[in-house]
């Protein structure tokens, strides 16, 4: 490369165009980073973002236009090409080797060798370096599976950190951080930048954007959508770029009348917290909130009301019938469903259509005599939870890895609403998807709440927590802290509970 042309941006992108089967993801982007700038980039889900830092990664290559680095123009047609401009690319998900240790991940593919063998010495000091830019206290030989899965997104970074990156690319970094781990991020973030080192920051998290970004890019649809300088950066102008309307009354909430009780737990204990019983009720019509901070146990406890992990003591009634759910095929046929954190792992398949994805619940529920699939039952019910749910896919059989992230969220939902659930099990049912997606989100958990299901969801956001839940129960490291009505609940009610001050409740 040539040198620098003067006072040109330190990445520059000029009408980049990407197709895929069925969508045209990206049409004529353009976009500029300036050096030590951190550039917010915001979007709806299936506006284009992850696309585009995946050809400046390397990870795929553009269809049309052009990158250019001070100036210059690059060909990006590998990662390696990408790591060697100086640009690391922090994926939404985890893209680390957890039976490696800590220091091995670090410096993967880039081991330093000594006498022709990997020099574990000098990956051990090199990596303390890195995990304490990104304030890890963690032992370089400790294996990545052991760690939580914030702490995992924390030795990501510090993975990009340590190829002295000129641009740093971060996709939804905090989406598995806790408050404390985000606030340190935020603090090497504006390290960083004092450091000259560019930051391309993509977040559903506006407030995140608004805090950390010199400049925002707006995408929508595949297309640039507007820009706004520092001054000009605030929730309201960057919703009506990102959507192109007006998003009045956010959370979908109306009045409604609880019924009678369809779920009671007493004592129960999880495999994962068996020293502490948990004990509460769900009633028809209502929806809970279950909040607390990373490693309160709200997810383990869902899983064992599903059966995905047994329960370990304590009993769960359904409808005043005791049930032993010792497996989730048990406690779908008690009516009850799951959407899980992970949708990608654990909610869908990814690489099967629309249509298989839709119906996968029903199919030993719809299948005809001899075991045979009822393939006009399984159409009918692909039609009818691809309109109820309003799914954008070009058609049915669209490959579902192809879907944006909230419309990925919406075939999970329809996969379990198709069995007509009793009660819906929600865990962080609107992470990673756009304030459009999630709006629509709301808006059907009221619906079904107004129809007599009874939705038990756990958030790790306050405002999404405080604008749903009619009332909230509160963990902390395994354990009930304390249950708040309505009329109680506030951020700071929610917060003393969270961190273990039982006596808040009173």
């Keep these: 490369m040539s040198d620098p ?45 992850s696309t585009l830092m995946k050809i400046l990664a390397g990870v795929q290559p553009p269809d049309d236009g052009e990158i250019l680095i001070e100036g210059e123009a690059v060909e990006v047609s590998s990662t390696r090409d990408a790591l060697s401009l100086g640009i690391a690319l922090i994926h939404q998900e985890l893209n680390l080797a957890t039976n490696l240790s ?85 603090e090497v973030i504006k390290d960083l930048r004092q450091r000259g080192v560019s930051v391309i920051y993509i977040s559903h998290r506006l407030s995140e954007v608004k805090e950390l970004s010199d400049h925002v890019t707006v995408l929508r649809d595949g297309e640039n959508a507007g820009e706004l300088a520092r001054e000009e950066i605030n929730h309201d102008a960057m919703v009506r770029l990102m959507v192109g309307r007006d998003l009045s009354g956010h959370f979908a909430k109306e009045q409604r009348e609880s019924g009678d009780t369809v779920l009671e737990v007493r004592d129960l204990r999880t495999p994962a917290h068996p020293q502490f019983a948990l004990s509460f009720s769900l009633q028809a019509g209502e929806i809970v909130g279950v909040a607390g901070l990373v490693g309160a146990g709200r997810t383990e406890m869902l899983e064992t009301l599903f059966g995905a992990t047994p329960a370990v003591g304590g009993t ?171 009329e109680e609940l506030t951020e700071e009610s929610i917060m003393q509970l969270a961190t273990g001050r039982e006596e808040a409740a009173a």
């Design 316 to 486: 769960i009634e359904i409808e005043d019938q005791e049930s032993v759910i010792k497996a989730p095929l048990e406690a779908i046929g008690m009516g009850v469903a799951l959407a899980p954190e992970d949708r990608k792992k654990q909610g869908l398949v990814v690489d099967m259509s629309v249509r298989e994805n839709l119906s996968l619940a029903a199919l030993r529920r719809d299948r005809k005599k001899g075991g045979f699939l009822d393939f006009a039952k399984e159409n009918e019910i692909t039609k009818e939870m691809i309109k109820s749910m309003r799914v954008k896919t070009p058609s049915e059989e669209q490959v579902v890895r192809y879907l944006s992230g909230g419309n990925q969220q919406k075939v999970v939902l329809g996969k379990w609403l198709a069995m007509k659930p009793r009660i819906l099990l929600l865990d962080e049912p609107t992470r990673g998807i756009d304030v459009g997606a999630k709006r629509e989100i709301y808006a059907l958990m009221d619906k079904l709440a107004q129809s007599g299901v009874a939705i038990l969801f756990v958030s790790s956001e306050m405002e999404e927590v405080l604008g749903m839940a009619d009332r909230v129960i509160v963990m902390h490291e395994g354990r009930m802290t304390g249950e708040l009505s309505r």
């Design 102 to 186: 800590v220091g091995a991940n670090v410096f993967l593919g880039r081991e330093p060798l000594r006498g022709g063998f990997i020099d574990d010495t000098r990956i051990a000091e090199e990596s303390r370096k890195f995990l304490s830019m990104v304030g890890l206290d963690v032992d370089p030989a400790t294996l990545v599976g052991d760690l939580t899965i914030g702490r995992q997104q924390m030795v990501e970074i510090a993975k990009a950190l340590s190829v002295d990156a000129r641009v740093l690319i971060m996709d939804e970094p905090t989406s598995s951080l806790s408050q404390k781990e985000t606030e340190n991020l935020f």
């Design 5 to 49: 042309t003067p006072d040109a941006p330190l990445l520059q992108v000029r009408s980049i165009g990407k197709s895929f089967p069925g969508v045209r993801a990206l049409n004529e982007v353009d976009l500029a980073l300036d050096h030590g700038q951190v550039l917010g980039l915001i979007g709806e889900n299936g506006a284009g973002k």
